[in-house]
């Protein structure tokens, strides 16, 4: 089950190596639910951990993550595990395309190209 969340990027922790073979980082953001912030940590895993390496601290992102939890000892541990983050303002762009199969109706791919000078479409 995955879930998504918006907030502020509050803090960026570097990469640890837990093992030879695995690695995490985790990061933390402020979410301002009424009266009080939330500070809500995050972790990345393996190849992931650089996803966060566009982002500044203070910029609001979205952050796509999956719960994980897991018992040790009697002792439960639960992970908020982050498998894509993206400025909280960014969304998906959808290039026009004609229905398939369709081919009666010309694409922006199928116009002529216009000469530098003319700033005519036709």
């Not at 912030?37 to 952050?63: T, W, Y």
Request: glycine share 4%; with cysteine; aromatic share 12%.
């Amino acid at each position: 089950m995955s879930f998504e969340v918006e907030g502020k990027l509050h803090k960026k922790f570097e990469t640890q190596s837990k093992s030879e073979k695995f690695q995490a980082r985790e990061f933390v953001i402020e979410i301002n639910n009424g009266n009080y912030p939330q500070f809500i940590k995050f972790q990345l895993v393996q190849d992931r951990c650089s996803a966060i390496d566009p982002h500044n601290e203070g910029d609001m992102i979205k952050v796509h993550f999956d719960l994980r939890g897991r018992e040790w000892n009697e002792k439960y541990f639960t992970n908020l595990n982050a498998w894509r983050i993206e400025g909280a303002a960014s969304a998906p762009s959808a290039a026009p395309t004609t229905p398939a199969g369709n081919t009666d109706f010309p694409t922006v791919s199928d116009a002529p190209a216009m000469e530098a000078d003319d700033d005519l479409p036709f």
